[in-house]
């Protein structure tokens, strides 16, 4: 028998099914009729295709995303595309479009059970879906998908299916600010969207995915993988054979005879990206900090470098140059040839490899902050260095070991075995946060994973983290980011770093421009003799593989890179010798039309100068071959020399084994460097010069340097007195002659060549 309490109850849940389907009706019916109204008049109207227009410094038009026509427009009928580039995009996006009312019921329901499986596939958004997000955009949340799909059947139920597709082809983004397949076509390719073939239709499709990341300015190999993907589904639909698709496949990403579309390729790319990445505008007139006419200049000179390098395996060369006040970048050359097939598009100034020796710097700054100083003696001889992946024994550059070094010759010279030294005394984690704060963000890995090495650059790091790392020292030892477009006024960094101290960072670059301390591990004569004021590195990394040199000048810095895309070793190119003619070429350029100005003097950074022993690195004492040393003042040696007694040396105890073979293979003056007679390092006897064409007067010069004399050098050339230790090049014969204060003299005959 039914109890009338359960009868109230049946009665009260049939009423609340009823409310429930009468709602449930209501927002059916509500629907249906949003959907019937008829479509916003602006919506779905051919639009202007935005339009990006990039200038250097100076207004100078560096790249623009244009429709073939060369008009800011770009629309272009679906009836007047390639056939092939409406299927490439219906078999990526959506092979059943012509199927569903703009939501695709299997696919969603396939979405939804992979979800609840924990698996991430193709998602249910259908290209009716993908042009509502480019007509309308809408958050990416579920109500947001919610609304793009009710959107997706309103627009389904007004439109022909060719106009949805129309509106979609002419609105998606694919890649490099190009909106639309007509530019895209035309940036790269060189064509039109109206005859394509079938491996450049279905890149174009592939690009549509991530376009910031798979277009083949960027990536090269990821538009290539994208593509494949996209001519496997072509072929699986029907859409092209088994043997188009593998003609298709065999094309290059890029055309080989394609005209090069815009300037400084590397650098507008990257800019470019840059934006999309952050959600930029993609329209309107950018102004950049380039500067057009030294990017030409410095683009001649890495085609130069590889020219000339050619036969000893160098194929590429990079270059950047980064204004130091502002971070602004003035010069950006990616490669020698953007356009050569496979290796064009890559970009060395952001392609990270190991700098060698370039890192070394920052090691010894850090080391000068820690009461180093640049007369401390590092023991340069064979030595084994306990790690967790056994026994280091690593070997200076020209197999050499030199016993007792001051840290001053140890970095201008580019010992290894020093720097190592350095680095466990300081520790590697140290050494790594210094390099983190000096902005080299590829170094990723934990200090277990570089150990010692790191000290010799065994990271990888890129060309532009290393060219702002070394403006940091410029800079006072603090780091800013780079920019690509001008400073404003009174603008300032949003972010900054303090790397190491002022006093540290002007100590190194005092090491660096000291072309006496320099000599003794690269001869008298380098690529790094400039006519103003610069600190310079070099970095070799192992084998051969990668050449580096910095150049650092008060006004700005320059880095450049020589070497093989492929990791191909070259035939004994040092960083001296490969990317040193190159560095110094830049330099030259850049500084006729930036002024270098004057790199702070140590006594400007507050250091005080100390006489100590050139042996010993102690207070000089009577005995002893002295020279003058700057401190961080607190950092000077608190006792006087006792390593040169009556005449002989004694070295402690850990030199004794190399003491023993240096005596016996050079004897024992010649291997503590204790009697050196005065004579001219350079220019040396005979030398011709010939002043370069092009370069400006003021840098036609040359260092005149001696060695065997403590400062107080008199130079004569003619028999005339020179107020400094340069000499600028005349057209003729000349005598140049160098008088110690002890009255001793040394000549050279040298001989410069009209211009």
């Known amino acids: 028998m039914t109890t009338p309490f359960r ?18 009706v209501a927002i059916v019916l509500a629907t249906l009729g949003w959907i019937a109204l008829p479509l916003p ?164 499709a592939g690009i549509a995915r991530a376009p910031s990341r798979d277009n083949p300015l960027v990536s090269p190999e990821g538009a290539r993988a994208r593509r494949d993907v996209v001519l496997g589904r072509m072929r699986a639909l029907g859409y092209a054979t088994a043997d188009e698709v593998a003609r298709a496949r065999a094309e290059p990403v890029l055309p080989v005879d394609r005209p090069a579309p815009f300037l400084a390729p590397h650098f507008t790319t990257r800019v470019l990206a840059m934006a999309e990445t952050e959600g930029q505008a993609m329209d309107g007139v950018w102004r950049t900090s380039l500067d057009l006419e030294l990017q030409t200049l410095l683009e001649a000179e890495v085609r130069h470098t590889v020219r000339v390098l050619a036969d000893r395996g160098a194929r590429q060369a990079a270059a950047v140059v980064v204004d130091n006040a502002t971070g602004e970048v003035l010069a950006w050359v990616g490669s020698p040839d953007f356009g050569e097939p496979g290796a064009g598009q890559v970009d060395m100034v952001i392609s990270p490899r190991q700098p060698g020796s370039a890192l070394k710097p920052f090691v010894y700054a850090l080391a000068f902050d820690r009461g180093h100083t640049a007369a401390t003696v590092l023991p340069d001889v064979p030595r084994s260095f306990a790690t967790s992946l056994g026994p280091y024994r690593p070997q200076n550059y020209d197999r050499r070991f030199r016993g ?24 590697v984690e140290p050494v790594l946060r210094t390099l983190h704060r000096a902005g080299f963000a590829s170094l990723a890995n934990d200090a277990s994973h570089y150990g010692l090495g790191l000290a010799l650059g065994n990271g990888d790091v890129t060309l532009l983290e290393l060219a702002n790392g070394y403006r940091a020292l ?171 007694r009556g005449g002989r040396v004694a070295l402690p105890e850990e030199y004794g084994e190399w003491a023993a073979g240096e005596r016996g293979r050079l004897g024992a003056a010649a291997s503590l460097g204790s009697d050196e007679r005065f004579r001219i390092l350079a220019p040396r006897d005979g030398d011709r010069y010939e002043v370069p064409v092009g370069v400006d007067e003021r840098y ?55 211009r």
């Open 474 to 644: 410029a800079r006072g030892g603090e780091w800013t980011p780079w920019r690509w477009r001008p400073a404003g006024p009174g603008e300032r960094p949003e972010a900054r770093e303090r790397v190491v101290s002022a006093q540290a960072a002007a100590l190194v670059l005092d090491v660096l421009a000291d072309a006496d301390a320099r000599a003794p591990g690269f001869g008298a004569e380098t690529p790094f003799d400039f006519p103003f004021p610069a600190a310079a590195k070099t970095g070799t990394s192992r084998h051969f593989t990668d050449n580096w040199a910095v150049g650092v000048t008060q006004g700005f810095t320059v880095a450049v890179w020589v070497g093989n895309f492929s990791g191909r070793p070259m035939e004994g190119v040092s960083g001296v010798t490969g990317a040193g003619p190159l560095l110094y070429r830049a330099m030259l350029a850049t500084a006729g039309r930036y002024p270098p100005g004057a790199l702070p003097t140590p006594r400007e950074a507050g250091l005080v100068p100390v006489r100590v022993c050139r042996l010993s690195g102690l207070r000089a004492t009577p005995g002893c071959v002295a020279t003058t040393e700057w401190f961080i003042p607190g950092t000077e040696p608190a006792r006087t020399d006792d390593w040169e």
């Open 700 to 754: 036609a010069t040359v260092a005149l340097r001696a060695a065997g004399a403590e400062g107080g050098v008199r130079w004569l050339v003619d028999g005339r007195e020179l107020l400094e230790q340069r000499w600028r090049l005349a057209p003729g014969p000349h005598t140049i002659r160098a008088i110690a204060p002890s009255g001793e003299w040394d000549e050279v005959r040298v001989v410069v060549a009209g």
């Open 7 to 24: 009868s109230l109850a049946s009665m009260t849940r049939a009423r609340r099914g009823l409310a429930a389907a009468a709602v449930a």
């Open 41 to 204: 008049a602006a919506l779905a109207v051919p639009a202007p295709v935005a339009t990006v227009v990039m200038e250097d410094r100076g207004g100078m038009p560096l790249r623009a995303t244009r429709s073939p026509d060369g008009s800011r427009g770009g629309w272009t009928a679906v009836g007047e595309m390639d056939p092939r580039l409406v299927q490439a995009f219906l078999a990526a996006e959506d092979h059943r479009f012509f199927a569903h009312a703009g939501v695709d019921a299997r696919a969603v329901g396939r979405a939804v059970r992979d979800n609840l499986r924990g698996r991430r596939r193709a998602g249910a958004s259908t290209l009716t879906m993908q042009a509502v997000r480019l007509l309308r955009p809408l958050p990416r949340s579920w109500s947001g998908k919610a609304k793009q799909a009710l959107w997706a059947l309103r627009l389904d139920a007004h439109l022909r299916k060719r106009d949805i597709l129309e509106q979609y082809l002419n609105r998606v983004p694919l890649g490099q600010a190009a909106t639309g397949v007509s530019p895209a076509a035309a940036l790269y390719f060189g064509a039109s969207a109206r005859e394509l073939s079938l491996g450049q239709a279905a890149l174009l």
């Open 404 to 427: 007792p070094v001051r840290m001053r010759e140890a970095l201008a010279s580019s010992y290894n075995v020093p720097a190592v030294e350095l680095a466990d005394r300081l520790g």
